[in-house]
């Protein structure tokens, strides 16, 4: 019985991090949103949380566009890594594919635009391939 109160008490502790990060990712702090984008990229590719995550993945989603959107350089590297962890983690079913079919034209905007670094675009690039493997079912 302790175990589990304690596993249980663990997970509400990843889950209260993890929401602190998806706030932070709307401050108007390009360091601590840059933080944020690197916590949830741990977050995401350590440890299975679709379950809480199925339940933000629109606020999320919002927040990756607006660092690929107005983000600059690392911001938008970051955001590029964060978007197909994100997918993975919603799988290959209708939620993965609406997540990458709602930022897949801010991924080719970055992808094609000259002025933006080349470790963003490298990170959209990389984000594209990866997203149109893991969730674009019939996507044409």
């Known amino acids: 019985g302790s175990e589990a109160a304690a ?3 663990q997970e509400e502790e990843v889950e ?7 706030d932070n990712l709307l401050d108007k702090s390009a360091k601590t949103r840059q933080a944020a984008l690197q916590s949830l990229r741990l977050a995401f590719s350590s ?13 999320l989603t919002d927040c990756l566009e607006k660092c690929l959107k107005k983000g600059k350089g690392e911001e938008q590297a970051l955001a590029g890594t964060v978007l197909p962890l994100l997918c993975l983690q919603m799988g290959s079913g209708p939620e993965g594919e609406e997540v990458f079919r709602s930022l897949k034209p801010l991924l080719v905007s970055v992808l094609t635009d000259s002025t933006a670094s080349t470790g963003a ?4 690039a990389t984000a594209l391939g990866m997203c149109c493997y893991i969730a674009a079912a019939d996507l044409k």
């Open 16 to 22: 209260d991090r993890l929401k602190e990060q998806v």
């Open 7 to 9: 596993e249980q008490g």
């Open 121 to 124: 675009r490298q990170s959209c």
């Open 47 to 59: 440890k299975t949380l679709s379950e809480f995550l199925l339940e933000r993945r629109l606020t």
